[in-house]
């Protein structure tokens, strides 16, 4: 008998004050389809997020292909193989094209293949080089599913699709052929676990579970996918794709490089750099704070990945999502070099290397606090850069070390 | 009306607080003028030292509370851990406050950001500020009070650092008056004044706890009423 692709072994997933799932398992096999089709508040959701490694559990273990990927001792482990993921929310990153969101997923998967077919099966070809942003709701859905779906439209080995209410929002021909692709692909090997509550997918489900019984039915369509995917090996692929948001949107500057930019105006406003030439820790300091500044804003690529919840699709495929390291590195070698410039009349490559080093420190340091909060349902109202203030001790203890080269 | 034993103990810690007030400002001796730049300002060391002693039960209960309640997912863990914030916060404001008035009148600056010390119990309290703010900004579910309590597990690791890094890194901050080695001892009336503050500190603060306990209990009865009226 065929291992399970997906396992969810006697989970147990609180949600608010309530057990949402108690001793709950399930088991998905290389050809099956389970719709999930329980009514509001049954628990769907909470399956499909727990299966994408998305929800903490109190106990239970969630494999993929055999494999641990989280349990309720707190581990969480990178799945081996890609999965398809449709979230209830788009996931999309509003600045980037159609092209660019589907060829970032392609690129995890390490293949690649013509887009042109499904995009026009959607009848969103026309709309390949648009900017999501630009979009109505029902065409950004069509991306968001597609992109759940590719996964397995690229592997020729099983895969795993987990889409939820990939229905929401779609025209009648788009269902049409969403209910089509799925059937090929599930032809072929692969195996879904859709959540929804439009009859209209149940016909492709090899088996329709209400969370209280399962219930197996024949499914007639035999059509397979046909497809010819090209291998790519790309490296560094979350620090690429972290460039790519943030050279798409030039958040960094509009946030981090204005802020920074500002703190050093600020001060020249005050002050006379050539009236504090024996005062060579406030100068340093002065020299400093702008790549302090720039770090202490934030990540910019996780600001554009909070927008449409989009972060959460990457921390399911990945513990690690896109960052803007570099961008925050060269940001603070370029904003030491002018700093040093005016502040101190003169270039030393030490100082210059070290305000990178405080910009690229601050930047993961923010980004850690705020990563350690995304669970919360209104992340983005907690008060999480309370705590940044302890960083003012090590960049103070590192200005008074440069001032002393 | 019934009077609960929180309320009387907070009554007592109040009006021990303000015994300390009065004699720290009419009874306890001058120090020596030659020793301070801004002798007077001394006296502020009453409230100041029992603030943060009070402030460290505080963050204590609020370690207590966040282990029971992340380990062992207890009801009274997450109690403790409301009731150790907030007494923490306000305790820790106090010391903070108080030290800067001091700082302001003896060092000429209200704040030193290169004081290990200074730093560390500032950070406390911001924590603390944090998981106030913090809890109201969030509907109350297992995904706040997991967050929460990681932050109040992690923040615990502060307290040791700060009360050994004035033995370890003295830069502004003076040594310890309690349990510091013997160039730190006070004298007889100093000390007495002072363990009256600490230890009307030490009542408000439990007083505090077990009314924030008590509160705690009636919103989350409030809470489970809503959502059966709600028909959840």
Same mark, same amino acid.
């Given at each position: 008998?065929?291992?399970?692709?997906?396992?969810?072994?006697?989970?147990?997933?609180?949600?608010?004050?309530?057990?949402?799932?108690?001793?709950?398992?399930?088991?998905?096999?290389?050809?099956?389809?389970?719709?999930?089709?329980?009514?509001?508040?049954?628990?769907?959701?909470?399956?499909?997020?727990?299966?994408?490694?998305?929800?903490?559990?109190?106990?239970?273990?969630?494999?993929?292909?055999?494999?641990?990927?989280?349990?309720?001792?707190?581990?969480?482990?990178?799945?081996?193989?890609?999965?398809?993921?449709?979230?209830?929310?788009?996931?999309?990153?509003?600045?980037?094209?159609?092209?660019?969101?589907?060829?970032?997923?392609?690129?995890?998967?390490?293949?690649?293949?013509?887009?042109?077919?499904?995009?026009?099966?959607?009848?969103?070809?026309?709309?390949?080089?648009?900017?999501?942003?630009?979009?109505?709701?029902?065409?950004?859905?069509?991306?968001?599913?597609?992109?759940?779906?590719?996964?397995?439209?690229?592997?020729?080995?099983?895969?795993?699709?987990?889409?939820?209410?990939?229905?929401?929002?779609?025209?009648?021909?788009?269902?049409?052929?969403?209910?089509?692709?799925?059937?090929?692909?599930?032809?072929?090997?692969?195996?879904?676990?859709?959540?929804?509550?439009?009859?209209?997918?149940?016909?492709?489900?090899?088996?329709?579970?209400?969370?209280?019984?399962?219930?197996?039915?024949?499914?007639?369509?035999?059509?397979?996918?046909?497809?010819?995917?090209?291998?790519?090996?790309?490296?560094?692929?979350?620090?690429?794709?972290?460039?790519?948001?943030?050279?798409?949107?030039?958040?960094?500057?509009?946030?981090?490089?204005?802020?920074?930019?500002?703190?050093?105006?600020?001060?020249?406003?005050?002050?006379?750099?050539?009236?504090?030439?024996?005062?060579?820790?406030?100068?340093?300091?002065?020299?400093?704070?702008?790549?302090?500044?720039?770090?202490?804003?934030?990540?910019?690529?996780?600001?554009?990945?909070?927008?449409?919840?989009?972060?959460?699709?990457?921390?399911? +495929?990945?513990?690690?999502?896109?960052?803007? *390291?570099?961008?925050?590195? $060269?940001? =603070? !070698? &370029?904003?030491? %070099?002018?700093?040093? +410039?005016?502040?101190?009349?003169?270039?030393? *490559?030490?100082?210059?290397? $070290?305000? =990178? !080093? &405080?910009?690229? %420190?601050?930047?993961?340091?923010?980004?850690?606090?705020?990563?350690?909060?995304?669970?919360?349902?209104?992340?983005?109202?907690?008060?999480?850069?309370?705590?940044?203030?302890?960083?003012?001790?090590?960049?103070?203890?590192?200005?008074?070390?440069?001032?002393?080269? | 009306?019934?009077?609960?034993?929180?309320?009387?103990?907070?009554?007592?810690?109040?009006?021990?607080?303000?015994?300390?007030?009065?004699?720290?400002?009419?009874?306890?001796?001058?120090?020596?003028?030659?020793?301070?730049?801004?002798?007077?300002?001394?006296?502020?060391?009453?409230?100041?030292?029992?603030?943060?002693?009070?402030?460290?039960?505080?963050?204590?209960?609020?370690?207590?509370?966040?282990?029971?309640?992340?380990?062992?997912?207890?009801?009274?863990?997450?109690?403790?851990?409301?009731?150790?914030?907030?007494?923490?916060?306000?305790?820790?404001?106090?010391?903070?406050?108080?030290?800067?008035?001091?700082?302001?009148?003896?060092?000429?600056?209200?704040?030193?950001?290169?004081?290990?010390?200074?730093?560390?119990?500032?950070?406390?309290?911001?924590?603390?500020?944090?998981?106030?703010?913090?809890?109201?900004?969030?509907?109350?579910?297992?995904?706040?009070?997991?967050?929460?309590?990681?932050?109040?597990?992690?923040?615990?690791?502060?307290?040791?650092?700060?009360?050994?890094?004035?033995?370890?890194?003295?830069?502004?901050?003076?040594?310890?008056?309690?349990?510091?080695?013997?160039?730190?001892?006070?004298?007889?009336?100093?000390?007495?004044?002072?363990?009256?503050?600490?230890?009307?500190?030490?009542?408000?603060?439990?007083?505090?706890?077990?009314?924030?306990?008590?509160?705690?209990?009636?919103?989350?009865?409030?809470?489970?009423?809503?959502?059966?009226?709600?028909?959840?």
């Amino acid at each position: 008998m065929a291992d399970p692709i997906l396992e969810l072994d006697k989970v147990t997933v609180r949600r608010g004050m309530g057990i949402v799932l108690q001793d709950f398992s399930l088991q998905i096999k290389s050809g099956e389809c389970i719709i999930l089709h329980g009514k509001n508040g049954a628990g769907k959701s909470t399956i499909i997020e727990t299966a994408a490694r998305l929800l903490p559990m109190e106990s239970g273990a969630v494999f993929h292909h055999g494999s641990l990927v989280c349990d309720g001792q707190g581990r969480r482990l990178n799945p081996k193989k890609s999965f398809g993921l449709t979230l209830q929310s788009n996931c999309l990153v509003a600045s980037q094209t159609v092209e660019q969101h589907l060829t970032n997923v392609m690129d995890l998967c390490a293949k690649s293949i013509d887009l042109k077919p499904i995009l026009s099966a959607f009848n969103i070809a026309n709309r390949r080089n648009d900017k999501i942003a630009h979009l109505s709701g029902g065409q950004q859905r069509k991306v968001a599913v597609i992109a759940g779906l590719i996964p397995a439209m690229i592997e020729q080995q099983p895969r795993l699709v987990v889409l939820d209410e990939p229905d929401s929002g779609l025209d009648d021909s788009a269902i049409k052929v969403l209910v089509q692709t799925i059937h090929e692909l599930r032809n072929i090997g692969h195996c879904f676990m859709i959540a929804t509550h439009d009859s209209r997918l149940f016909e492709c489900g090899t088996s329709l579970n209400d969370l209280r019984s399962e219930k197996t039915q024949e499914v007639s369509n035999d059509a397979r996918w046909e497809a010819e995917p090209e291998s790519k090996s790309p490296t560094f692929l979350k620090t690429k794709i972290g460039w790519k948001y943030n050279s798409s949107t030039l958040v960094s500057v509009q946030r981090n490089w204005l802020a920074a930019l500002l703190v050093m105006g600020g001060l020249l406003s005050i002050v006379d750099p050539l009236t504090l030439s024996d005062e060579t820790v406030i100068l340093m300091g002065f020299t400093l704070a702008p790549a302090f500044t720039l770090g202490l804003v934030g990540d910019a690529v996780f600001k554009i990945l909070n927008e449409q919840r989009s972060i959460d699709w990457w921390r399911a +495929q990945y513990n690690q999502v896109p960052n803007s *390291y570099v961008e925050s590195f $060269i940001s =603070g !070698l &370029i904003l030491t %070099t002018i700093s040093s +410039q005016i502040f101190i009349q003169s270039v030393d *490559y030490r100082i210059i290397i $070290i305000g =990178g !080093l &405080i910009a690229l %420190t601050t930047t993961a340091c923010v980004r850690f606090l705020q990563l350690s909060t995304i669970r919360l349902a209104r992340s983005n109202a907690v008060f999480i850069r309370l705590l940044t203030p302890i960083l003012i001790l090590p960049w103070g203890i590192i200005v008074d070390y440069c001032a002393k080269l | 009306m019934r009077v609960r034993s929180g309320d009387i103990l907070l009554m007592a810690g109040f009006s021990g607080l303000m015994l300390t007030l009065y004699l720290a400002f009419n009874w306890a001796p001058s120090v020596n003028i030659n020793a301070f730049q801004s002798p007077e300002a001394q006296r502020i060391f009453y409230w100041h030292v029992p603030a943060a002693w009070a402030a460290f039960i505080a963050f204590a209960v609020l370690f207590l509370g966040s282990a029971l309640w992340f380990f062992k997912r207890s009801p009274l863990g997450w109690k403790l851990h409301v009731a150790g914030s907030e007494a923490g916060l306000a305790c820790g404001l106090m010391a903070v406050w108080s030290g800067c008035v001091w700082g302001a009148a003896e060092w000429g600056t209200p704040w030193d950001w290169q004081d290990y010390r200074l730093n560390t119990f500032g950070l406390l309290t911001l924590l603390a500020l944090f998981l106030v703010l913090g809890r109201q900004s969030q509907p109350d579910g297992v995904e706040s009070r997991d967050t929460f309590s990681t932050f109040g597990l992690y923040g615990f690791v502060l307290v040791p650092i700060t009360y050994i890094a004035t033995r370890i890194w003295v830069i502004r901050h003076p040594g310890p008056v309690i349990a510091g080695d013997e160039d730190s001892s006070i004298s007889g009336d100093m000390a007495l004044v002072l363990m009256i503050g600490a230890l009307s500190f030490t009542i408000l603060i439990i007083g505090h706890i077990m009314t924030s306990i008590e509160i705690t209990k009636f919103e989350q009865r409030i809470d489970r009423l809503q959502k059966e009226l709600d028909g959840e």
